[in-house]
């Protein structure tokens, strides 16, 4: 599945992963696992529950260290997680900036702000906002940081249905006016379809499916080879779709 | 907030046109013999007495039983003195300057006690609650000297310090560090680990992790434990003003329980009780300024 096979002698990549193994209490959760993303790419990780796939994310944070093998992942990274994970004592203009270098100025969060479509709410705490809105200040907090790989952890787990599917949109606008690579864990085989250059499909700690996604964007839920996309890769997670692709 | 009404402009039809359309078609007795009650709203049965009337007519009830008592002879002024002997009293002693030197000088010894207890106390919960080996050598020894009832050390206070200031200060001090030491270790202890993981995914350094996520999240456990502390502070201030005490409200007790003067001794439980509820307050402002990003915090 190696991406950088058919690349130059200096592969251009935004990840890679070779050899990884970890352990929880003697089972290997990842299991001599091998991942390459490439520079701007999007990639969406699909997987059941407990295939591993957070703790990949994780790893590739930086937040989990108890590895064995090689990770490279570039300097510049950010994670959004499922749960907005705001310090509820910090304004939201506050949140943004957390953890930057220097003494950014204001400026800098309310800029991220408005990319997000927050700009009216730079000075509320974090407990007024809806989930929407939290998430939305979560992913303005990775994007100040102007990463070149963006982890996304199910970010759109814990929103509604509605919700989501503006969250999703404004994910795929960042990402092209970005340009990062982004790394997405979830369980929405469609919304892997709808954003993802490459879906990866993980099982039993490795990549066990890779799937290119060479729809044209903006995606339509409603094209067929959309659907037969979906169906596929569903069909690899084990659930039966015969019934719905007909 | 009547169910019988729809909102004005809704094009849904409402309930009250359903029934008339069920009572058309009501063959049937038991449909026939719907008996509708109106559900009052709860305000209108409320009664007019206003809530903080009838919360202050307990007490002012129970003081009028006390003066009743005392006037017709059934209570003896040398077991408890009339409300208003009282109130005469704390008047003379507010008039001659007696009672305001003498909380001047609880107050003081308080306030000393207080912030050398909270220094401690703070202190050693900051090194056990942020250094895994700070936890392994303090955590120990504090647990087991607050087992200790701290008033029994009055004894030993007064041969290590003397009868002047210092045993005083020293026992308010020991009774002021504990809860301090335990809400702010329990509140470093307590901080969500999500958030942490989150400040170092965004490349916090450990003291930036330690100054925007651990501290700000122990804070509410702190502000419990200077609550605790305050309290315990007040009731040191007591136990260490009866021993040996030439000034102070202890000294003003002891002096009337020689004397057998139960005014003055009512007069400055009083005052015990005000600069207790008057802690409280300082306490429950820093809380309402510190603490108001909190979503559980309804102190508003």
């Known amino acids: ?246 | 907030m009547s169910i019988s009404r729809a909102p004005p402009g809704s094009s849904e039809p409402d309930i009250s046109s359903i029934s008339p359309l069920k009572k058309a078609k009501a063959g049937t007795p038991a449909l026939a013999s719907l008996d509708l009650t109106p559900i009052v709203p709860a305000s209108s049965r409320r009664t007019r007495v206003p809530r903080w009337l009838r919360r202050t007519a307990g007490p002012l009830l129970l003081l009028a039983l006390w003066q009743l008592l005392s006037t017709t002879g059934v209570l003896a002024s040398d077991v408890l003195a009339s409300p208003g002997r009282i109130a005469q009293v704390a008047g003379d002693l507010i008039g001659d300057g007696s009672l305001a030197s003498a909380m001047g000088t609880s107050l003081q010894r308080v306030a000393f006690g207080l912030l050398l207890g909270t220094v401690v106390g703070t202190g050693l919960a900051l090194v056990s609650g942020l250094f895994r080996i700070g936890e392994d050598l303090v955590d120990a020894p504090v647990q087991m000297l607050r087992t200790v009832p701290f008033v029994g050390l009055i004894p030993l206070f007064i041969i290590w310090f003397g009868i002047g200031e210092a045993p005083k200060v020293a026992i308010i001090t020991l009774g002021v560090t504990f809860p301090l030491y335990l809400n702010v270790y329990a509140g470093i202890r307590g901080v969500d680990a999500q958030l942490v993981e989150a400040g170092e995914s965004l490349g916090l350094s450990r003291w930036g992790l330690v100054r925007h996520v651990v501290l700000p999240g122990a804070l509410p456990g702190a502000l419990t434990g200077l609550r605790y502390s305050l309290g315990i502070a007040w009731l040191a201030l007591v136990f260490a003003e009866q021993v040996n005490a030439d000034s102070g409200i202890g000294f003003l007790m002891v002096q009337a329980r020689d004397f057998l003067r139960t005014d003055v001794i009512v007069v400055c439980l009083i005052v015990y009780a005000f600069l207790g509820l008057l802690a409280d307050f300082i306490v429950r402002s820093l809380e309402r300024l510190l603490l108001q990003w909190r979503p559980t915090f309804t102190g508003r």
């Open chain 1, 1 to 246: 599945m190696a991406t950088d096979v058919h690349r130059p002698v200096t592969p251009q990549t935004a990840v890679r992963v070779e050899g990884l193994t970890r352990s929880f209490d003697g089972r290997a959760v990842i299991d001599d696992l091998r991942l390459g993303v490439r520079p701007g790419e999007f990639v969406a990780l699909l997987g059941r529950s407990g295939c591993g796939k957070s703790t990949l994310l994780r790893i590739l944070a930086g937040l989990d260290r108890d590895i064995q093998g090689t990770v490279l992942v570039p300097r510049r990274k950010a994670v959004a997680f499922q749960a907005p994970r705001l310090m509820p004592w910090k304004k939201v203009w506050r949140n943004v900036l957390l953890g930057l270098p220097g003494k950014p100025a204001r400026a800098v969060a309310e800029q991220a702000l408005d990319e997000v479509g927050l700009s009216h709410r730079p000075d509320a705490w974090p407990k007024t906002l809806s989930g929407g809105e939290a998430q939305r200040v979560s992913l303005a907090r990775a994007l100040v940081r102007e990463p070149d790989l963006l982890l996304l952890d199910e970010p759109f787990g814990a929103l509604d249905a509605l919700t989501r599917i503006k969250a999703q949109r404004l994910v795929g606008e960042l990402w092209q006016r970005r340009g990062c690579a982004v790394l997405l864990v979830t369980h929405d085989v469609e919304e892997a379809v709808l954003l993802a250059d490459r879906v990866l499909v993980m099982d039993e700690g490795v990549i066990a499916y890779e799937q290119e996604i060479d729809l044209d964007r903006p995606r339509d839920i409603a094209d067929p080879r959309f659907a037969q996309l979906r169906a596929g890769l569903l069909e690899r997670l084990g659930v039966d779709t015969a019934a719905e692709t007909a």
